[in-house]
C-alpha cells in the first residue's frame, strides 16, 4: 500500500534525520563520483574531471538539498520548527503574548458566550415541529393592550375558525401533591384537550388528553413532565393508570411528557390536567372571566397574516348563536402573534442590546490584536529583511509567520473557550427570571468557531502584511530601516484604530452609564411601602380543590387563615404580619371588572386591582391613609361591604368629589355594592415603571372568593430573612400539612423588579470595563513604540534645549489629540447607538449630559495614564544616550 | 543558432525512469547516462530531479531500492522495478503512445 508505504517511509526519515540524511548525501556522492569517473575516461585531467562533473551535477550542496525537500515529513519538520521558533519569540515577548492571547480570548470568549445565550431565544426556532405555524391569540382591552382571552372568546373561536388543526385555551393551576414525602405544591397548568397537539408533542409513553377528558366533571386525570416523573415517581413506567393525590382528590396518571419537551410559555410546569370548563355558562361565570392563554397550531399552509384576518372578521362579525359579555366583545379585535414572539417580545430590547455590546467588544478585540500584531511585524522588518537578503524565499517567511498567527489563535482559541464556558454559566446564573429558554442555552461550538476564525483571520492577516513588505523588493532600505522608522502609513493605520477603540470604548460606556443611572433612579421610586425588613411568603389551604365559583367566605378555610396570622403575630420579632391575595413586585396580577355611579353607561367602566387584604395589611406594609378610615373587625361577612381605594385613582374618578361613600360594583354583579370608607397611598403592584394604577381593597370576608393561596407579609426587627423558620414552624403549629412556598423577603422582590436591567447593567459593566482596558492599551501601544521610534528626533530636542516638560507634553499631547479624536466619534456614535437601549431607560434621557460627561472624564483619565507612562519615559532620556542609539 | 533545448518533457520523466530500469537495475548516474543513449543526446537529464524523482518513485512503491558496496567502499544505491511499476509504466507508455500520436496527427494535418 503506497499510502502506508509514505507514512513509513516518512516517520522513518523524521525520527532518524542524520540516516537519511547520510544516504541522501552517499547517493549524491556517488552520482558525483561515477560522473567524475566519466569525465576522466573522457581524456580529461582529474582536477578538470572533478570540476566537470561539479557543473554537471549543479553543486552538491545545492542538489542534496534538492533531494532532501522531497516527502510530506520535511513539511512537518519545518512547521515544528517553526513552532519552536515561534515559542521562543513568544516566552522572549511575554507582555505582548499575553495581551494578545488575552485579547483574542475576551473578544472570542464573550462573544461567543453571549451568543449561545441569545441563540435559542432570538434565532433559533422553538423545539417544536413546524414551530413556526404555533400561534398565540389574545383579546384586546380598550387602550389596545394585550389582556388573557374568555373562555366564551375561546368557544366560539374553536367552532367558527378554520385556520387551525388545533386550538386550546390553558390556566395555571397549583395543586398540592401529598403522598410520599412533604405535602408539595406543583407548578401546573389546567388545558384545553387540544394543548399538546397545538405544540406538536406527544407524550413519550402513555396517552394525550382526549376532547372526552376535556369536559365538564370529566375523568380526573394528569400527565407530569419528565422530571416530575423522574424525581417525585421515580421513573417508574408502571406509573400509567396509577393514581396519585392532588388536592385531596385522586387523579389517573395517563401518560408522561418526554424529557426534552419544553414548556415554553411556562418552563417550570410540571403538571398538566384537563380545563374541564363548562360549555354551557352564565354571563357571571368563570367561563367569561379573562383568565386564559389560547394557543394554537395553524392549518399547514394557512399564514399568520391570513389567521390574523380570519379571527379579526370573526371578532367584528358577532352571530346570535355566540352570545358575548360586554367585556369580551371582541370589540378591539384580537392580536394574533407566533408563539416565538409572544414568548421573546419581553426579553427581544435587552438581549440584542447585550449582543450589540458583545459585538464592540469583538471589535475592539479585534482592532486590538490587529495594532498588536501590527507593531510586532513593523518591529521584526529588519529581521525579514535579513533573512530574506540571506535567501529565505517568501513562502517560507509567511509560513513562518502564519505558524506564528496560528499559535496565537490557539491559545487564544483555548482560553477564549474557557473565558466562553464560565461566561455562559455565569450568563445562566444572572439570567433574569423572565428570560424564556434558559434551560437551551448552553455553549455553541459552531459560533466559537465562527469567532475563532474571525478574529484570527482579520487580526492576525493583517499582522503577516508589514513583515511580508519587508520580504519584499526594499531589502537594503529594510535593513537600514530595521529600527529607525516604521513607515507613515503603518502608523497612520495604527492610530486610526485607536481611534477606533476609543470611539468603540465611550459607546460602551455610555451605554453602561445610562443603565447605571436608570436602575439608581428605579431604586429610589418610591414603591408605596416600606420593603425593608419585611418577610413574605405564600400559604395555601389544600383541604380540597378552590372551588372557582360559588365557593363563598369558606368558614373552615378562614379559620385556618386566621389562626395561622394570629401563630405569627406571636412570633418573636415580628411587629405586624398581615395576609394578602396579592403581593406587589411578585408577580401577582388580579384585575376585576369596576362599576361607579358616575361611569357614563351600565356595561361602561374600566377594571381595577383586587386586593383581599386582612386589616392590618396597610399597618404592616406602612401605606399610608389619607382620608376616611382603614378596613377593620367591623367589616365582616354580612356587614355592609366596605372597601378602600388608592390615591391616585379616587382623584381620577372623583376630581370634584369626596371619593368617600361613594357606591360601586366590583367583580360579579350579585347586586351587593361596595362603598369607599378611605383612601390609601398607591403602590407599585407588578413593576417600578408602574404608572398609576387602580387598586381597591376589600377583607377576605366581604369578597366574593376566598382567596388560596394567600401571602402572608411580616415586618420585623432586625434580618426579615432569618425570622423564616420560627414563621414557617408557626405556621405548621396550626396545620402540618399545608405547603409553605415563595419564601422571601421585601427586599428581594425590589431588586428582582429590576433584574432584566441589572442583567443588562453587568453585562454593560463588564464590555465597558474591558473596552476601557483595551483602549488603554492600545493607546499605550501606539505611543511607546511611536516614542522608541523617535528616540532620535527626542534626543535632538534635548540636545537643543527642550526641556522634560516640553517633551512630555509633547508626546501627551499626541496621545491625548487620537483620544480627543475616539472620544469625540464615540460620543456622536454613542448618541445614535443608545437608541437601542431606550427601551431599558428610566428617569434619565438617553443623551443625558452628565453620563455622557462622566464618560468623558473617564475616558481621559484612563487615556492621560496610559499617554503617561510612555511620556515620561521619553521626558527622561538622556540626549547623549538617544543620539548614540542607531 | 541557438543551443537545442535538451530539457527533459514536462511530466515524462518519471515515465523515462520506468523505461530505462525495465530493462535492468540501475544506479542514478547508470540512470542519466542510460536515458541520454537511449535518446541519442536529445534529453540530458538534472541530477537533481533526477534523484528527487527516484526518491518519489521509491516512496510511491514504484521502485524498490538497494545499497550496494562499490569496489573503492562507497555506497551506491540501486534501484529496481517492482510490479506497481511495471503497471504504472504500461499505463503511462499508453496514455504518452495515445497523445504523442494526437500531438502528431495535428502537425501533419494541411492547412
Redesign the interface.
Known sequence: MSVWRQLTRGFHALTNRADTDQNVADEVDDYLENARLAHLARGLSPEEALRAARIEIGGVTNAREQVRQYGWENAVEMMLADARYAGRRFRSNPGFTAVTVITLAIGIGASTAIFSAVDPILFKSLPYPHADRVVTISDLDADGAPMEVTYGTYRELAQRSHSFDALAVLNIWQPTLVGDGDPARLNGQSVGGDYFRALGISPMFGRDFTPSDDRVNGPRVVVPSHSLWQHRFSGDRDIIGRSVRLNDEDYAVIGVMPAAFENVMAPSVQIWAPLQYNTVFGPDSREWGHHLRMVGRLRAGVGLTQARNELNGIARASRSDFPRVPWASLHNGLLVHSLQDDVTSGVKPVLLAVLGAVVLVLLIACANVTNLLLASGARRRGEFAMRAALGARRARLTQQLLTESLLLAVAGGALGMIVAELGVRVLVALSPAGLPRVGAIRLDAAVFAFGLVVTTLIGLSVGVIPALRASRAELTLGLQQASQRTTGSNRVTREALVVAEVALAVVLLVGAGLLLRSITDLLAVNVGFDPSQMLTMQIQESGRQLQFQGARLDSARYEFFTEALAAVDQVPGVTAAALTSQLPLSGDFAGYGVHFDNDPDANAGGSALGYSVTPSYFATMHIPLLRGRLLGAQDRSGAPRSALINESYAKRQFPHADPVGQQFDFGPRDGQRYTIVGVVGDVKQSSLEDGETDAIYVTPMQWHWVDNPMSLVVRTHGNAAALAPAVRSAIHSVDRNQPIFRVTTMDALVDKSVADRHFALILFESFGLVALVLAAIGIYGVLSSSVTEKVREIGIRGALGATPGSILALVLGQGMKLTALGIVIGLAAAAAATRAIVSMLFGVSRLDAITYLAVVVTLGAVAVIACGVPAWRAARLDPTTALRVQ | MQEPNTDVIQGTLDMLILKTLSLQPL????I??RIEQISRGTFKV????L??AL??LE???ALDAEWHQ?ENS????FYSLTR?GHKQLGVETEDWTRRASAVARLLKAEG
Do not use: D, I, W
Open positions: 544506479h542514478g548516474y547508470g542519466a547516462r538534472n541530477p537533481g530531479s534523484l528527487t526518491q518519489r516512496r510511491s512503491g562499490t562507497r555506497r551506491a544505491k506497481l
